[in-house]
């Protein structure tokens, strides 16, 4: 986990809420990443930053937004629109874009119902 | 479209044998490719890169090596300890190379 706090562990919540998670890092590193997680399922990304200010859309994107307003920063909103918000929700960072290592942030799981 | 392919069916392998898990992947010619470690409810641990150009590569008990004809990577532990329990996930570069694309993981379970 190093330097990347995800908060919280686990976060529950009610269809049709907006709810935003937090991924914060004091590693320094350009680029944050996104990732959802579903059981027995790869990661998939979501949305990436490589450098404040800036970020693209992953593959699933729909239904999420983000920021970087700060380097240490990039949260993530999973917005109502989002039709199977439950999942493990993981950030990660790299010194810079690939093929630099990602470092991965102990995820949070969300449970909406 | 660019895939990945990984066991998906579970790996048991007895304690102190050599583990062996694949990475196959088609539709493109990665520049490189990672292996990385996950346990249960947590976050992946980078392992391992290995450019194109290289056969294999080493580090302490793990050996990867990547088959750019086969378009397939192996990954191997030796001596393996029940320790080494976990989903081994590869990746690989994606479309435009400013991201990458995991594959979905092969559990393994060494056996005391």
């Known amino acids: 986990d190093g330097g990347i706090t995800q908060s919280p562990k686990y976060l529950f919540r009610k269809e049709g809420q907006n709810v935003t998670l937090s991924c914060e890092q004091n590693l320094n590193h350009d680029a944050m990443y996104w990732y959802r997680q579903d059981p027995g399922q790869g990661l998939r990304l979501i949305y990436y930053?490589?450098?404040?200010?800036?970020?693209q859309k992953g593959d699933i994107a729909e239904g999420y937004s983000v920021s970087r307003e700060k380097k240490e920063s990039f949260p993530l909103t999973v917005t109502s629109a989002q039709k199977n918000p439950t999942a493990f929700y993981l950030c990660a960072t790299s010194l810079q874009g690939p093929p630099a290592e990602q470092y991965f942030g102990p995820g949070t799981r969300l449970t909406v119902t | 479209s660019q895939k990945i392919e990984q066991n998906s069916e579970a790996l048991n392998i007895q304690e102190g044998k050599t583990a062996t898990l694949t990475c196959n992947y088609t539709?493109?010619?990665?520049?490189?490719l990672q292996w990385y470690r996950q346990d249960p409810g947590r976050g992946p641990v980078f392992l391992l890169l290995i450019r194109e150009n290289e056969k294999e590569k080493r580090k302490e008990r793990l050996k990867v090596t990547f088959d750019t004809t086969l378009k397939q990577s192996l990954f191997h532990i030796t001596a393996s300890q029940p320790a080494d329990s976990a989903t081994y996930l590869c990746a690989l570069p994606g479309a435009g190379d400013d991201k990458i694309i995991f594959g979905k993981g092969t559990r393994l379970h060494i056996l005391p």
């Open positions: 539709n493109y010619s990665p520049a490189y």
């Open positions: 930053s490589q450098i404040v200010n800036d970020f």
